[in-house]
């Protein structure tokens, strides 16, 4: 097990130079002097030269990148040219808004997505079975920007029952807990339909798998109940491979919070990195992606770990 | 997001190709479930609008009537209303179709060739090629898709077919995986043997031999692959960061379309609704073609 987890955190080290290659190089992707791409027109010789000095462009390439990850490496992810504040502080700010909203997701998704999953497979091949399934289908061909439109329409607009965006309430005296989840319900539920789908889908699959394996034969052959086989041989088993699908799913909740939060103006990581493409802002929009990517690359790392330790045939692979 | 279940199932050599004439034999049986039928016909119908656009009798997609503005849906003289500057909602879909679905298709197509190379190389040459080609996918494959897709259009500037590039990049590795796991199947079987010590080419065996044995699970990542593409470049519309005003698109025109919901909701329902049919069609279709090709993998 030791070995297990020592050579897993290694592979992580060569990605995580890679990702932080191509977080540095992508932004040199572009033709032209990255200088003036970053300010605006009329900026003046001066603001060009201290820019200049400011990032190091002078310098050889391999230069630039080595020092810039000595800096990343000690947490420093440079200043923000639009608001001069360091870019790790903007990221920390808002990161937790979007673990918030990425957590309530996943917690949705799960909570729907499982059971409809169970009960698909309990019922293989009924209109129960094929009914859930063409729900998933639909959950998950929904683009989330529309869906999220839709909610507001229907529940802001039309029923006044929700806020139509933003964390918390801006005429409000102070932040609490319940405006926090009033303003929560619209996007987590945007966020979570299609993952929602996807779980689903792969629950059923799953137990489906595990229902046709010789122990839950024997166990319907010693006489339990259907109710007893499903809870406590198939489903257990069958929930194994969930762990790695709860990972990937996290990524996505990342990704898919930057069109969410734009619906409903939500000021998380994915906001911030909108923003700071139309304010210019490449060094916030290199540290966003950066620190998206580590969060991403992690949460795999941790769910492998938690996965060797629920499933011990892992660790022989 | 939809496709993930599907494209990590067919991740693997199991789901290789090794019969061509299986694809056709996939496409009869294809054609005759009623619900794939269904999804073709719309999608074959969505298409042929879309190419037929210049030749229908629809009024301009970019023609302004300032009279004319945020009509409802069914008015006599536009069927599904009109925005706000007054142009044709019906026209302005029909046209954005035109870029809506080259968008998802040429960035799924894009896709498709940078994964395709990338897996090939690695499947065949093998040892350091593999390594490092694979390693490099890993790291792609780190980021979350948007948020890579907008890393590149920071760097390349928005726009339709940055967007496209940028879509395309943040996509490939699924192709490669699945390109590289179809490879590996194949390389060390007899025909490929035979043209080895026949003297052909490297080159020549991986695109004249290779190639055309690996198609069958590519065209399904393929179909699978190119609704999500379309999602994500009308997200990237809608976020301002792909087609540009006045383009008619449907992301675009669900974003400028979200200022009027009060009281013209037609402007946000009618292009969402486009998007979610043309997605909803292609995921059907990729579904009940991979389950086609390989009844394997039914119901992951």
């Not at chain 2, 329902?269 to 486009?274: H, K, L, N």
């Amino acid at each position: 097990m030791h070995y297990f987890l020592l050579s897993r955190i290694l592979h992580t080290i060569p990605v995580l130079l890679g990702v932080s290659l191509l977080a540095f190089f992508v932004l040199r992707l572009a033709p032209g002097d990255p200088v003036l791409m970053m300010l605006p027109a009329d900026a003046t010789q001066s603001e060009i030269e201290s820019l200049r000095e400011t990032l190091g462009i002078d310098r050889p390439i391999v230069i630039q990148y080595l020092s810039w990850l000595q800096e990343v490496a000690g947490g420093n992810l440079g200043q923000s040219l639009f608001t001069n504040r360091p870019v790790i502080d903007e990221i920390l700010t808002r990161f937790p808004n979007t673990l918030i909203l990425a957590a309530a997701s996943l917690v949705l998704a799960i909570v729907l997505g499982m059971p409809l999953g169970i009960i698909a497979a309990v019922r293989h091949g009924t209109s129960v079975d094929s009914g859930s399934m063409v729900l998933s289908v639909i959950g998950w061909s929904m683009p989330n920007f529309w869906l999220g439109l839709i909610l507001i329409v229907v529940f802001s607009v039309w029923l006044g029952w929700l806020p139509t965006g933003g964390m918390y309430d801006m005429m409000a005296m102070e932040r609490s807990f319940w405006d926090l989840l009033r303003h929560l319900i619209l996007p987590a539920i945007t966020l979570a339909t299609a993952h929602m789908a996807y779980i689903a889908r792969f629950t059923r699959s799953s137990l489906l798998e595990v229902l046709r394996q010789d122990y839950v034969r024997t166990a319907r052959a010693k006489g339990l109940s259907e109710w007893l086989v499903i809870m406590r041989h198939a489903l257990r088993n069958s929930l194994i491979p969930i762990i790695s699908v709860l990972s990937v799913t996290l990524g996505h909740l990342l990704s898919g919070a930057v069109i969410v939060e734009a619906v409903f103006s939500w000021p998380g990581l994915g906001s911030l990195m909108v923003q700071s493409i139309s304010n210019r802002d490449f060094p916030m929009v290199q540290g966003a992606m950066l620190f998206a990517a580590t969060v991403f690359i992690l949460s795999n790392l941790i769910a492998d770990i938690l996965y060797a330790f629920v499933d011990p045939r892992i660790k022989y692979r | 997001m939809a496709q993930i279940s599907s494209l990590q199932a067919m991740d693997s050599p199991a789901s290789g190709g090794d019969n061509p004439r299986r694809g056709w034999k996939a496409l009869r049986r294809l054609a005759k479930r009623r619900l794939a039928l269904t999804a073709i016909v719309v999608m074959a119908a969505i298409i042929a609008l879309a190419l037929a656009a210049p030749l229908l009798p629809i009024a301009d997609p970019d023609q302004i009537a300032s009279p004319d503005r945020l009509l409802g849906l069914g008015h006599e003289r536009y069927l599904l209303g009109s925005d706000e500057l007054g142009r044709d909602v019906l026209s302005r879909i029909i046209w954005g179709a035109r870029v809506s679905l080259l968008a998802g298709f040429g960035a799924a197509i894009l896709s498709m060739a940078i994964g395709v190379t990338v897996g090939l190389l690695a499947g065949f040459l093998g040892r350091w090629v593999d390594s490092l080609l694979m390693r490099s996918t890993d790291v792609v494959l780190a980021f979350p898709s948007i948020l890579l897709a907008i890393g590149v259009i920071a760097a390349l500037g928005s726009g339709l077919t940055n967007a496209m590039i940028a879509v395309a990049i943040a996509g490939f590795p699924l192709y490669a995986r699945v390109a590289r796991g179809s490879v590996l199947s194949v390389r060390e079987l007899d025909f490929v043997e035979a043209a080895r010590s026949i003297g052909a080419s490297q080159l020549g065996i991986m695109t004249r031999h290779i190639l055309p044995n690996i198609l069958a699970p590519l065209i399904v990542a393929f179909s699978l692959d190119v609704g999500l593409k379309i999602v994500l470049t009308s997200s990237l519309s809608f976020l301002g960061l792909g087609a540009q005003p006045p383009t008619a698109d449907w992301g675009s025109m669900i974003a400028s379309g979200r200022n009027y919901v009060r009281n013209a909701v037609h402007l946000i329902m009618v292009p969402g609704f486009a998007i979610f049919v043309v997605v909803l069609c292609l995921n059907i279709i990729g579904d009940q073609l991979r389950d086609a090709l390989d009844p394997r993998l039914k119901n992951t």
